[in-house]
């Protein structure tokens, strides 16, 4: 199983970035796929997630900016990023489980990170 992020990049405060991730080798209808990420110095942190029925769930510091999909015939989920912040900054990671779950230790599969940097 892969997974294959895109679409990091550098970003003034205030602008938007779509992050893509396709998974290759199984498909996880039945489970989730969602993003992560960690900044600096800090712990990797949860920030979305979505089910194959379209049940989403989102870190509070990202509500109403961010918005995950997927598209599940494509086995990609994205996120949408509007209004980033300087706080925004670190490397997102896309991850996928075969169950229910929005914990880091739940996470079968895991993407090499893509680097966002939003400036001020």
């Known amino acids: 199983v892969q997974l294959q992020a895109s679409g990091g990049g550098l970003v003034q405060a205030g602008g938007s970035l779509r992050l893509s991730c396709a998974a290759s080798?199984?498909?996880?209808?039945?489970?989730?796929m969602g993003w992560f990420r960690q900044a600096p110095g800090k712990e990797r942190e949860f920030v979305a997630a979505?089910?194959?029925?379209?049940?989403?769930q989102y870190t509070d510091s990202v509500k109403g900016r961010f918005t995950i999909s997927r598209d599940n015939a494509k086995n990609t989920v994205f996120l949408q990023m509007n209004a980033l912040k300087v706080e925004d900054t670190a490397v997102y990671y896309c991850?996928?489980?075969?169950?229910?779950?929005?914990?880091?230790?739940?996470?079968?599969?895991w993407g090499k990170g893509t680097q966002v940097t939003v400036s001020s």
């Open positions: 080798g199984r498909t996880f209808i039945s489970g989730v």
């Open positions: 979505i089910t194959g029925g379209g049940s989403e």
């Open positions: 991850a996928a489980s075969q169950a229910l779950t929005t914990s880091y230790h739940g996470m079968n599969y």
